[in-house]
């Protein structure tokens, strides 16, 4: 007998920490629907698009995108 049970995982927030650098190159805030149209391009996981969706509409910060989401983009 193995301990190589599968584990649910959350999914690697490198992916999400790139897409947040990329989208926030050179802006200050962006909307919550641009991100997720930006996550949905760059086909992240699932689990991150539906983060995306669930986030209230209006624009965000890059720290409080991160926040919110459980990237580590500062």
Known sequence: MTDDAPVTEQ?????????????????????????????????LPAELLTRIAALPQGEYAVDEAADLLGGTVA
């Open 11 to 43: 999914p690697d927030t490198r992916l999400l920490d790139d897409l947040l650098d990329d989208i926030y190159h050179g802006q200050e805030r962006v909307t919550q629907a641009d991100i997720y149209r930006r996550a949905v391009a760059a086909e």
